[in-house]
């Protein structure tokens, strides 16, 4: 097997790093610590658990990064504080909600299709908040928001949104949702807003019943259409209480 | 005038703050530690030195995030150290690339627009990697990757990317770029790479020479159509030595 360096940037400098794990002994320097003679009792000592990996020279100790982390705030050499510094910058442009560290972040990201998710997810917040804004000029109220966020998840999702958080081990809903996932919701609630402002509806009750049938012919339309039962035309979604959402293959987004 | 709150989130709390100030009363209780009876004292003792603001009952003394998180780093209380826990989570994910904190900090962002910029910049990334891996194929060697983006900066930028990092007070060029600037070297810079590709270039001489030629046809584009001299065809871009970037107006993005 060819063994493929793949570094995290730390601060100014790039370490190497295995799956996810960096390479012990130079994320040790970089933090102005000397790599034990024995690495074992260091390990227990400071509850080190990460696997071996091989850099290049046959198996070698490693650090995950919470790890990296817990001993970059115990050390106490001029490099460690030095990182603690640079550590607590990067802790305050993240509260600032400082969307170049966002950037950053989304560039280290080994997934190439991580840009990619990322849009999607801002898309879908955005498509969100005009659904709300639109319902609250046509005269929506109270529990109508939470119940046209529940038709969204059951229709895309197949779940409610409880059960995709446990199933999917998240505590955030879009977090664990994938990018067509986000894209469909995005839609499906552009669509209904779109729909809401055209036909002039008024009221919970008009709101919700125009969701859930765009909902349904959302779905038919994203399982490919069905020749024998051609879809209306646009803007004049039609309840479909047939169907079902199938074969969603749920995975973390 | 109108005192806007304007929460910053701390891990699941909000904090009342005021122009990405913390409202400090509610930061130090988020950190267990009890808002002291002298303010000026404790504020000199710790090297506190932000503005007081207006949260509803006149003037209270407030802190900068850097501040917060350096008394959350300096408190031993079990709040604070609740808090550090949360923060070593959140630098081991950044190091990582989570590009689910990379959307929670864009959310968080004050910036209406910030989703926007970040799409650009992540897509002005992409744009970058195209044309380079379309130049290698092309024969473009060593000293033509610098030189590409050196045209495109001097043609959208209006300067080099030195003197912008300078003007604009950023480390990384593109930190300093606004969405419209990001848009527009995205769009040469696949222009270019698209052209090469349909051209059959071959060669430094021929891919910079013909990056010229684009960017200026793109900088012309961009200033508006000159009436007396109608663009040619895409796909047939030509050289246009006489105009120069005018009217570029520098802003941090």
């Given at each position: 097997?060819?063994?493929?360096?793949?570094?995290?940037?730390?601060?100014?400098?790039?370490?190497?790093?295995?799956?996810?794990?960096?390479?012990?002994?130079?994320?040790?320097?970089?933090?102005?610590?000397?790599?034990?003679?024995?690495?074992?009792?260091?390990?227990?000592t400071h509850g080190l658990i990460s696997p071996q990996r091989d850099f290049g020279i046959g198996a070698e100790p490693t650090l995950s990064l919470p790890e990296f982390v817990r001993l970059g705030f115990e050390a106490q050499t001029p490099q460690a504080r030095r990182w603690q510094k640079t550590a607590h910058k990067l802790l305050a442009r993240m509260l600032a909600g400082d969307v170049r560290l966002s950037a950053e972040i989304a560039e280290a990201s080994p997934d190439p299709q991580a840009g990619r998710w990322l849009h999607a997810r801002l898309e879908n917040q955005n498509a969100r908040?005009?659904?709300?804004?639109?319902?609250?000029?046509?005269?929506?109220?109270?529990?109508?928001?939470?119940?046209?966020?529940?038709?969204?998840?059951?229709?895309?999702?197949?779940?409610?949104?409880?059960?995709?958080?446990?199933?999917?081990?998240?505590?955030?809903?879009?977090?664990?949702?994938?990018?067509?996932?986000?894209?469909?919701?995005?839609?499906?609630?552009?669509?209904?807003?779109?729909?809401?402002?055209?036909?002039?509806?008024?009221?919970?009750?008009?709101?919700?019943?125009l969701h859930r049938s765009v909902a349904a012919q959302e779905r038919q339309t994203w399982q490919g259409a069905d020749a024998r039962n051609p879809a209306p035309r646009v803007g004049v979604p039609r309840l479909n209480g047939a169907s079902r959402p199938a074969e969603l293959s749920p995975q973390a987004g």
């Open positions: 097997m060819k063994v493929t360096p793949q570094n995290i940037r730390v601060g100014t400098r790039s370490l190497p790093a295995q799956g996810g794990f960096l390479h012990a002994q130079s994320a040790l320097t970089l933090l102005g610590l000397a790599f034990p003679a024995d690495w074992d009792s260091y390990a227990r908040k005009l659904l709300m804004s639109t319902v609250a000029r046509h005269g929506g109220s109270a529990e109508v928001y939470g119940q046209l966020g529940s038709i969204s998840n059951a229709s895309v999702l197949g779940m409610d949104s409880a059960s995709l958080r446990r199933e999917r081990g998240v505590k955030s809903t879009r977090d664990g949702l994938n990018t067509d996932e986000l894209l469909r919701l995005s839609y499906l609630e552009s669509a209904t807003a779109r729909a809401i402002e055209e036909q002039g509806l008024q009221g919970n009750a008009a709101i919700l019943r």
